[in-house]
């Protein structure tokens, strides 16, 4: 079976939502309710990539990333932040912390497939 991805996102509409434009894609996905569930679930499971919200409680997606990247096993995990935050300064926040590519909400199916498939294949 290959990785899955895990979406990791508070809220359950977005969850759903990306879930089902990548599970249509033929993604296995897992999804996360907040950056600690995401944690969690990425030492429980084989994860290829994480796609992970910024704004959450318990733990906001900068400091999953941040978490993530310190553990050498997942240094080099494709992450994709997809955020409302549409400001220069969180976008490059994220690219400080680690992820890979940041999308701005509201997500482009075809987009995401594309970028979720082309991070996967490096």
Excluded: C, W
């Excluded at 434009?21 to 429980?44: R, T, W």
């Excluded at 976008?91 to 890979?100: E, I, L, V």
């Amino acid at each position: 079976m290959s990785k899955a991805v895990l979406i990791v996102d508070d809220s359950e509409m977005v969850r759903n939502f990306h879930a089902y434009i990548l599970k249509s894609a033929g993604f296995n996905v897992i999804s996360a309710v907040d950056g600690a569930d995401g944690l969690e679930k990425l030492y429980m499971n084989d994860i290829g990539l994480v796609l992970t919200d910024i704004n959450m409680p318990n733990m906001d997606g900068y400091t999953l990333i941040e978490k993530i990247r310190s553990d050498e096993e997942f240094e080099d995990l494709p992450i994709i932040i997809i955020s409302t935050e549409d400001e220069a300064r969180d976008k490059q926040r994220g690219y400080d912390a680690g992820a890979n590519l940041y999308i701005v909400k509201p997500t482009d199916p075809a987009n995401l497939i594309e970028n979720v498939r082309l991070l996967l294949e490096e």
